[in-house]
């Protein structure tokens, strides 16, 4: 199982929100790119980039720092989400070095979208589903839609998505634990790889994911916990990579 570290954009800072308020955040870098370079160097194997000023305007605002890490890491993967509403968005990204681009609000409120880029640019699309209670977040959380999260992947799935990222929204940047049950309900649902997110805050929760990682959990993307300091990155990819090699 992947441990992924998050790195979020705001005014080209490395910052963490709680629960997706932007107006509640912790800056902990100026350098995003040295950070990004910290955390392949301490051993990740695929970078998660945010670009949240970008999902609040609806394009692309730190596209150049985020050019800027793909081209100081391109040893790894780099899967970016935030402001991706068109196909030039994503080409752009695609060219300058990033593997994977993230589909999240226009998903939901244009599904034909994700069908058409998945044809444009295959084996490059995933999808973020932000859900509580089973149902699927809106608009930066703000609202929750009728859209049962099981359903909405296996649609995705159709169109051909990589993977699913699924954000348990009342656990993000609470430090609460992951919701096990939640993600491996979706896992169970779809075929395609889902990587979790949200609630990571230290070494039992890499355990218990990793429980699940044979059903479909490929993967788990951590923020506050790594930069604040409850959780070792170095450590907590040791520990799911041995798991991986005892299951």
């Not at 479909?216 to 930069?227: K, L, M």
Request: proline fraction near 3%.
């Amino acid at each position: 199982m992947l441990l992924i570290p998050a790195i979020d954009l705001k005014q080209g800072k490395c910052v963490r929100l709680r629960q997706g308020r932007m107006e509640d955040d912790t800056v902990f870098s100026d350098d995003p790119v040295a950070m990004a370079r910290r955390w392949v160097e301490a051993g990740a194997r695929r970078l998660h980039i945010v670009d949240l000023d970008g999902a609040f305007a609806g394009k692309p605002v730190n596209a150049r720092v985020i050019r800027a890490i793909a081209e100081a890491c391109p040893e790894v993967p780099i899967q970016v989400g935030g402001g991706i509403r068109d196909e030039d968005t994503v080409q752009s990204y695609l060219e300058s070095g990033v593997q994977y681009v993230i589909i999240g609000t226009k998903a939901i409120n244009v599904p034909h979208f994700v069908a058409d880029l998945c044809k444009e640019f295959p084996g490059h699309i995933i999808v973020g589903l932000d859900a509580k209670d089973g149902r699927v977040a809106m608009d930066g959380w703000s609202k929750l839609s009728n859209h049962e999260v099981t359903d909405m992947a296996r649609h995705f799935e159709k169109d051909g998505v990589e993977a699913i990222i699924y954000t348990d929204i009342s656990r993000d940047g609470m430090m609460q634990g992951v919701n096990i049950a939640a993600t491996r309900k979706l896992a169970a649902a779809i075929t395609i790889p889902v990587i979790a997110s949200g609630g990571i805050t230290n070494l039992e929760d890499i355990r218990r994911l990793s429980e699940i990682a044979g059903e479909g959990v490929i993967g788990a993307i951590t923020g506050r916990a790594i930069y604040e300091g409850t959780l070792d990155f170095s450590a907590g990819q040791k520990l799911a990579d041995e798991l991986a090699a005892k299951a």
